[in-house]
């Protein structure tokens, strides 16, 4: 499991997650509206979209909210036009890091975003600079219930996964070719199977360890990006040590 899926794994049993209902609802809603713009407003035909309002429904989000969403994405009703930019950059200790973004001014949220990177010991790059680090992914988070490592194991594999990462307490990781993102997702929740979480992401091809003070100033970066208006999902190739995570996450 990445550095960054295990912190936000324990920001979340910490209580330390992002819980404002409203920005995660914005935050849905711009997916929402960018991916029926793009691939049209019927779910069983867009993927993108079908994953979208699957993750706002395990969010609460009310099915008037999603449907309003649909409608400005396919131009039934008004909306802000948002366009998505990916930001790269470094981090401190060299960190790799990329930041999706949904925005209605792109002016204001590469400076915004530039800012964030200077003043958390960070720099913004070029585009093209640190993408190439890293791959598109599904990635499927599933609770390991009463399963042993071997049952997960076989289904995913059966279903289509490339790799199923069992470091987490109680749930496995499964990573998916793109293509075979929506049809693994599927089988597994035809055997039963309990989803924390099933998102397209991208993985890093390397990793860099980080030393306790340099990974405290990372992850000021890292969350001061994910909680930026305009921010959709922050990647980095960081990997910190559990006893130091659990140390920081206090």
Known sequence: MSGHSKWSTI????????????????RLIKEITIAARQGGGDPSANARLRTAIDTAKSNN???????????????EAEGVTYEEITYEGYGP???????????DNRNRTA??????????????????????????RGVIVVDKGTRSE???????????????????????????????????????????????SAELSKIPTNHIDLDEKTATAVL?????????????????????ADDVLARLAT
């Open 11 to 26: 920001k979340r049993k910490k209580g330390k997650a992002d819980q404002e209902r409203g920005k995660i609802f914005s």
């Open 61 to 75: 989000m009310p099915a008037a909210n999603i449907e309003r969403a649909i409608q400005r994405g396919t131009g």
């Open 93 to 103: 200790g060299g960190v790799a890091i990329l930041v999706d973004t949904a925005t």
């Open 111 to 136: 400076n915004e975003i530039r800012n964030l990177f200077s003043k958390n010991g960070g720099n913004m790059a070029e585009a093209g600079a640190v993408g190439w680090m890293f791959e598109p």
């Open 150 to 196: 071997d049952e997960i194991m076989d289904a995913a594999l059966d279903a289509g996964a490339d790799d199923v990462d069992f470091s987490g307490e109680d749930t496995a990781e499964i990573t998916t070719t793109v293509p075979a993102f929506d049809t693994v997702k599927k089988a597994l929740s035809s055997r039963g199977f309990t989803m924390q």
């Open 220 to 240: 000021r970066l890292f969350e001061a990006l994910e909680n930026h208006d305009d921010a959709q999902k922050v990647y980095a190739n960081f990997s910190i």
